[in-house]
C-alpha cells in the first residue's frame, strides 16, 4: 500500500510553502491532488517526482509560462513526447548558454581577486607602491 504525504510534509520536503503548493495545483503545474475524506491533500510518490522535477525547471529558470505548457503536454499523455521531448532540449540549449555566460564571469572574477592578491602582496612588500591599476585585467568590473 502506498503512502500519502500531507501539504505540510510536502512543504517541509520541497522547501515550497503550502501556499506555493496549492497556488502550481490551481494554475494547473500540479495535476488535482487527492483527497482523504476529510478534504485533506495527500501526495502519492508520483505527486512527488512531478513536483521535484518542476523545482529542477525552476532552478533551471524555465520561465512559468512555459512549465504550464510543459504540464499541460504532460497531462494529454504520451502522444505529446515528441513535443516534450523538444522543449527540454530547447530550455537545455537555453541553460547550457547561461551556464557558459556564468563561467566567463567566474573567469574574470578569478581574475580580478588574482590581481587584487597580487596587488595586496606587493603593496605589502613595498610600502610605497603606486596603488593605480594600471594593468588590471579585471578593470571592466
Known amino acids: 500500500m502506498e503512502s500519502y504525504l500531507t501539504i505540510d510534509d510536502v512543504a517541509k520536503r520541497t522547501g515550497l510553502s503550502a501556499h506555493t503548493l496549492r497556488y502550481y495545483e490551481r494554475i494547473g503545474?500540479?495535476?488535482?491532488?487527492?483527497r482523504a475524506p476529510g478534504g485533506q491533500r495527500r501526495y502519492a510518490t508520483s505527486d512527488m517526482a512531478w513536483i521535484e522535477f518542476l523545482l529542477r525547471l525552476r532552478a533551471t529558470?524555465?520561465?512559468i509560462g512555459k512549465m504550464q505548457a510543459f504540464a499541460k503536454l504532460r497531462g494529454?499523455?504520451?502522444?505529446?513526447?515528441?513535443?516534450?521531448?523538444q522543449m527540454l532540449?530547447?530550455?537545455?540549449?537555453?541553460v547550457l548558454t547561461?551556464?557558459?555566460a556564468m563561467q566567463k564571469s567566474v573567469d574574470v572574477l578569478q581574475a580580478?581577486?588574482?590581481y587584487y592578491r597580487s596587488l595586496e602582496q606587493s603593496?605589502?612588500?613595498?610600502?610605497?607602491t603606486d596603488e593605480r591599476e594600471t594593468d588590471d585585467p579585471g578593470k571592466s568590473l
Open 29 to 34: 503545474l500540479i495535476a488535482p491532488i487527492g
Open 61 to 63: 529558470n524555465m520561465p
Open 76 to 85: 494529454a499523455g504520451d502522444a505529446t513526447a515528441q513535443d516534450r521531448r
Open 89 to 94: 532540449e530547447e530550455h537545455l540549449a537555453d
Open 98 to 100: 547561461s551556464i557558459e
Open 112 to 114: 580580478k581577486i588574482a
Open 123 to 128: 603593496h605589502a612588500s613595498d610600502s610605497h
